[in-house]
C-alpha cells in the first residue's frame, strides 16, 4: 500500500482540527490547502493517460477524497511535497465491453472443460471436479460445467449416453454448456425429467444425432425449467469470486451482457460488500426477447459502480453451433441457414419498444441475416426517436450497439457505417473460430463478412471477450486483436505466425483505446472513465514495463502489477518481484 510521510500524518491530523472549525469560515486559499492534504499524489515511472485534452503522458496523478483524478501532470519538485513514489508503469483501467459476471463466477466454482482434448479428458475433468464436491451430481444440486466444443468429439455433438456410460456419473444430474454458452448438454436423469415426445421448439434445436442430449438455444428453456438454479447466497459467492479473478486481471469495469432484474437488485445489495468492478449492466427480462416494464429497472449511482439503462436482446445463436443466423446457407451444412430467435417484425418491435422506454438498444447478432436484421430494427427504432433528423445524429444520443457483429455483408457494413450503430467485437472470438470459420462459411464470406474490427474501426468499436465463452484476459484480446493468433498458441489458423486476415487487424494503440474509451463511450462514461485525466475515476492499472515497448507475444502471458479502482488499491500482484 502507498507509504506517507511524516509530513502528511501531520497535515492529516491538521485536518481534523480544522474541520472542526468548518471550511465554511476559512479563507477560500486555506479551504484548497486543507483539500490538497486530503488528496494523495502517486507517481510512476511513466503514465500513458489516453487522453486528448491533456499532456498523453505522465509521470504523478493526484486523487481526490471522492475518488476522482484532481491533477494530472508531468513531475514538478516543487508542486507538492506529499508525493508517494510506486514503481511500474500506468495505463487506464481496462474494461471489458461484453461478458457474463454470475457466469463467470459460476464457472469458477464448477468444471471448467476449455481446452478439453476428447470426451475421456471431459470425463475425467468432471470426475476430479466432483472430487472436491462430492455432493454435486443430486436432484437438487447438478453437476454444471461449461467449454465443450464438439470439434473435439470427431466432430459429433456428444450425448446423454457418453455420460451415463461412466460408472462413477451414471445416475447423475449434469449439464454441461458448450463453449458459446447457446448448447448445453445433459445426462440421462435430466433427460427423464423432460416432455416425452420432446416438442419442437422456435428458435432452437434439439440434437438427436447420433443421440439425445444436447439442446440449443431455445430449446434450452426445456432444460431450464427443471434445473435448480442456485440461490442468493450462492450467487453472491459467484460474483465475488468473479470480481476478484477480474481485478487481478487488470479489469476495473464490465459491461454485464444481460441481467435479469432480480440478479439486479441482488447486485444493488452487494454495493459495499466486496464489490470492486464497475458494472454497466444490460437488463434481460426473466423471459428472453420479451418487453417486461413492470420489471424493468433503471440504476444510476453517483460513484457509478453500478448502472443500468440498456436493454439486451438477441437475434439468433452462435456460429460454432451452426446457430448463427445466415443470408445463404452454410458451406458445410447446406440443408440450413441456421435460426432466429426471433422473427424480424418482433425484434423491431422490441427495439422500439425498449428505445421508447428511454434504453439503450444492445442486440446480440452473429450471422449476417442477424445483424441485418438488427441493423434495420435499431434503423427504424431512430426514425422513431428523431423523426425528421440524421439517423447519425440521432445515434449519438441513443448509442444503440450490436453485440458480436460478427458476420455483416458488406452492404450492411456500409449501412452500419452511415448510422452509426456502435459494434461490441471480442477478437478472441476470431482466433477461437479461425480453425472452422471457412469450412462454415466459405472463403469468400470470411474474406468479405467475418470477424470485422478495422473495417468497423470508424465505429469506435468497443472490445471484450463474452467471458466465460472467452477467457476473460484483456490483454489475450488485445494480443488476438493485434496478432490475429491464438493467444492460447500463439499460432494462426494455419498452425504459422503470419496472423490470420491481417488487413483487418488493429495497432496497439487501437486495440487498447477498445479496451478503454471504446467501453466508455459504448456506456455513456466517456470523459471518465477509459482515461486519465482530471475529473475521471482514479482508475488505473500498473505495469511492469511500458505495454509500447513490449514484445506483441509478451501480451499472451502479461500479468498485471496493480490495479486500482476509486483511488484504491484493489489488486496488488504478490511475487519474489515484488
Not at 513531475?75 to 459476471?101: N, Q
Not at 444440486?141 to 461449461?146: D, K, L, N, T
Not at 435460426?339 to 425498449?354: E, G, I, Y
Request: glycine residues 8%.
Amino acid at each position: 500500500m502507498p507509504f506517507l510521510s511524516s509530513t502528511t500524518l501531520i497535515a492529516s491530523s491538521s485536518l481534523v482540527i480544522f474541520l472542526g472549525i468548518g471550511l465554511s469560515i476559512l479563507p477560500s486559499y486555506f479551504s484548497n490547502l486543507i483539500l490538497t492534504w486530503r488528496s494523495t499524489t502517486y507517481c510512476y515511472a511513466s503514465i500513458t493517460t489516453l487522453s486528448p485534452t491533456t499532456t498523453p503522458n505522465a509521470d504523478c496523478i493526484t486523487i481526490s477524497p471522492s475518488g476522482l483524478f484532481s491533477k494530472v501532470f508531468v513531475d514538478e519538485a516543487s508542486y507538492d511535497v506529499f508525493k508517494a513514489w510506486r514503481t511500474g508503469h500506468v495505463i487506464p483501467g481496462l474494461w471489458d465491453g461484453h461478458g457474463h459476471l454470475l457466469q463467470y463466477g459460476e464457472l469458477l466454482h464448477s468444471v471448467n472443460l476449455f481446452g478439453a482434448q476428447s470426451m475421456g479428458e471431459v470425463l475425467e475433468r468432471v470426475h476430479e471436479y466432483r472430487k472436491g464436491n462430492e455432493r454435486v451430481g443430486s436432484r437438487e444440486e447438478w453437476i454444471r460445467g461449461v467449454g465443450w466444443d464438439q470439434a473435439m468429439f470427431g466432430g459429433n455433438m456428444p450425448m446423454a449416453q457418453d455420460l451415463e456410460n461412466d460408472p462413477q456419473l451414471r445416475g447423475a444430474y449434469i449439464m454441461l454448456d458448450r463453449i458459446d454458452v447457446h448448447c448445453v448438454w445433459v445426462s440421462e436423469a435430466v433427460l427423464r425429467l423432460l416432455p416425452d415426445p420432446l416438442p419442437e421448439v422456435p428458435g432452437g434445436e434439439i440434437v438427436t444425432d447420433p443421440g439425445k442430449g444436447v439442446f440449443c438455444d431455445n430449446a434450452m428453456d426445456l432444460v431450464m425449467e427443471h434445473y435448480p438454479k442456485p440461490g442468493k447466497e450462492k450467487k453472491k459467492q459467484f460474483v465475488r469470486s468473479a470480481m476478484k479473478d477480474l481485478n487481478s486481471l487488470g479489469i476495473v469495469g464490465i459491461h454485464d451482457a444481460g441481467v435479469t432484474p432480480e440478479d439486479l437488485n441482488m447486485f444493488e445489495e452487494m454495493i459495499g460488500e466486496g464489490w470492486t468492478v464497475r458494472v454497466y449492466g444490460m437488463l434481460e427480462c426473466k423471459k428472453r426477447n420479451t418487453f417486461c416494464p413492470n420489471e424493468a429497472l433503471k440504476i444510476t449511482r453517483e460513484d457509478k459502480m453500478l448502472e443500468v439503462r440498456s436493454v439486451k436482446l438477441f437475434a439468433d445463436g452462435a456460429l460454432g453451433s451452426w446457430g448463427s443466423a445466415m443470408i445463404e446457407p452454410y458451406s458445410d451444412h447446406s440443408w440450413t441457414s441456421g435460426s432466429l430467435l426471433v422473427n424480424a417484425s418482433m425484434l423491431t418491435d422490441l427495439t422500439h419498444a425498449w428505445a421508447s422506454a428511454g434504453y439503450q438498444v444492445n442486440i446480440h447478432a452473429i450471422g449476417d441475416l442477424a445483424n441485418r436484421l438488427a441493423i434495420d430494427a435499431i434503423s427504424s427504432a431512430l426514425d422513431l426517436l428523431c423523426p425528421g433528423s440524421p439517423r447519425q445524429e440521432c445515434q449519438r444520443l441513443h448509442r444503440f450497439r450490436i453485440e458480436h457483429a460478427q458476420i455483416i455483408h458488406p452492404d450492411d457494413q456500409k449501412w452500419m457505417y452511415d448510422t452509426g450503430i456502435i459494434p461490441s467485437i471480442q477478437p478472441t472470438h476470431a482466433t477461437s473460430d479461425m480453425s472452422y470459420a471457412e469450412t462454415r462459411l466459405g472463403t469468400k464470406r470470411t474474406s468479405e463478412e467475418a470477424y470485422r474490427m478495422r473495417s468497423l474501426l470508424p465505429l469506435n468499436p468497443i472490445l471484450g471477450s463474452d467471458f466465460p465463452v472467452e477467457p476473460a484476459d484483456p490483454f489475450q484480446g488485445i494480443f488476438a486483436a493485434v496478432a490475429r493468433r491464438s493467444p492460447q498458441t500463439g499460432l494462426d489458423a494455419h498452425g504459422g505466425r503470419d496472423g490470420w486476415y491481417m488487413d483487418e487487424a488493429l495497432t496497439l494503440e487501437e486495440a487498447l483505446r477498445g479496451f478503454t474509451i471504446g467501453p466508455a463511450y459504448g456506456a455513456f462514461l466517456e470523459g471518465k472513465a477509459g482515461i486519465i485525466e482530471v475529473g475521471a475515476f482514479a482508475d488505473w492499472i500498473v505495469l511492469d514495463e511500458p505495454l509500447e515497448t513490449m514484445d506483441v507475444d509478451g501480451l499472451r502471458a502479461l500479468r498485471v502489477r496493480e490495479v486500482w479502482i476509486a483511488g484504491k488499491m484493489v489488486f496488488e500482484r504478490v511475487d519474489e518481484e515484488l
